[in-house]
């Protein structure tokens, strides 16, 4: 079993002059989560997620971050998050 948890602060710009970088979010995630189990020690990871999202067009968004592990953990080193999202 395991317990997930995150939270994240972002902040919207928005220029109208040009269409290409309308709506540009920095964010930050701190996320995080804890093993429980009898074959399993207590283990948690914590990772910091810094990364940008933008509005391409109208309900198509684009994200893009780079997460960083805040506890020397094993199972992962960094890694490169890319979304496209659509929304309907």
């Keep these: 079993m395991d317990f997930l948890?995150?939270?994240a602060v972002s902040k919207t710009f928005t220029t109208h002059k040009n269409p290409v970088l309308h709506g540009i979010t920095p964010f930050i995630e701190l996320n995080g989560h804890k093993g429980f189990g009898l074959d399993e020690e207590e283990q948690?990871?914590?990772?910091?997620?810094?990364?940008?999202r933008w509005?391409?067009?109208r309900e198509l968004y684009v994200l893009a971050g780079y997460e960083l592990p805040l506890n020397g953990s094993e199972e992962f080193d960094k890694h490169v998050w890319f979304s496209i999202i659509k929304d309907f």
């Design 5 to 7: 948890y995150g939270a």
């Design 44 to 52: 948690y990871f914590v990772d910091l997620l810094p990364g940008l």
């Design 55 to 57: 509005d391409l067009c």
